[in-house]
């Protein structure tokens, strides 16, 4: 059981707009900013979103962007492509046992 | 250009010690931190642990008494030794390089993973 929670699945046709959820608690995400990852099964995971809503150089602006409110964090994916279907996983600092680095279960999302 | 190439073993026995190395380039390791995530068979990520440039290790308290990373900058590396290692150990590991503060933090490059598989 992992410390932050994802929905197992999300899916989407070409184009479409999809959300992932990442939800946590005051030990975690309520207190520290959040990662978002993509990992294509059998590649190096790709670091997509730092600091709850920044874009490392290389990711596409108008494609992927994040936000926090509280206890919880989102990952939105605009214009889908095939190429995004992969597994999506949030990440962030936490002040219980399990930390002090928890990851979520992970999100595969289906184009 | 940083890259990061883990390798290993690849098949472990049960109760012997996993070692494993992350070859680091375009990035002395003596300059950044470093962590180790696995991810088991049909699971998520699982963060094992990180070294900073000091040396100073902090890990996941489910691995604390079998688990040592380490630096050898002469070479550029990282290192990590699991020890009485089961079943449960097998695991694809990553290797990534770590930037943060407090109250921040950012894996910013990732390795592709070696498989260490634990089976007599």
């Known amino acids: 059981q992992s410390v932050l929670t994802q929905p197992p699945s999300v899916s989407g046709t070409p184009g479409q707009r999809v959300t992932i959820s990442c939800s946590g608690s005051t030990s975690n995400i309520g207190t520290y900013t959040v990662n978002w990852f993509q990992h294509v099964p059998g590649t190096a995971p790709r670091l997509i979103i730092y600091?709850?809503?920044?874009r490392p150089a290389g990711v596409p602006v108008d494609r992927f962007s994040g936000s926090k409110s509280g206890t919880s964090a989102s990952l939105a994916i605009s214009g889908l492509q095939s190429e995004d279907e992969a597994d999506y996983y949030c990440?962030?600092?936490?002040?219980?046992?399990?930390?002090?680095?928890?990851f979520g279960g992970g999100t595969r999302l289906t184009v | 250009q940083v890259q990061l190439q883990e390798s290993g073993p690849g098949l472990v026995k049960p109760s012997e010690t996993l070692s494993l190395t992350c070859s680091v380039s375009?990035?002395?390791?003596?300059?950044?931190?470093w962590s180790w995530i696995r991810q088991s068979p049909g699971k998520g990520l699982e963060w094992i642990g990180f070294i900073e440039t000091t040396g100073s290790t902090t890990y996941n308290p489910s691995f604390k008494s079998r688990l040592s990373i380490g630096l050898d900058t002469s070479k550029n590396q990282v290192s990590l030794k699991l020890s009485s290692v089961t079943a449960a150990d097998t695991a694809v590991y990553f290797c990534a390089r770590l930037l943060y503060t407090r109250a921040y933090l950012r894996f910013d490059y990732w390795g592709q993973g070696t498989l260490a598989t634990v089976s007599s």
């Open positions: 990440a962030a600092w936490d002040d219980g046992l399990s930390g002090p680095v928890v």
């Open positions: 600091g709850n809503n920044q």
């Open positions: 375009g990035s002395p390791v003596r300059s950044y931190s």
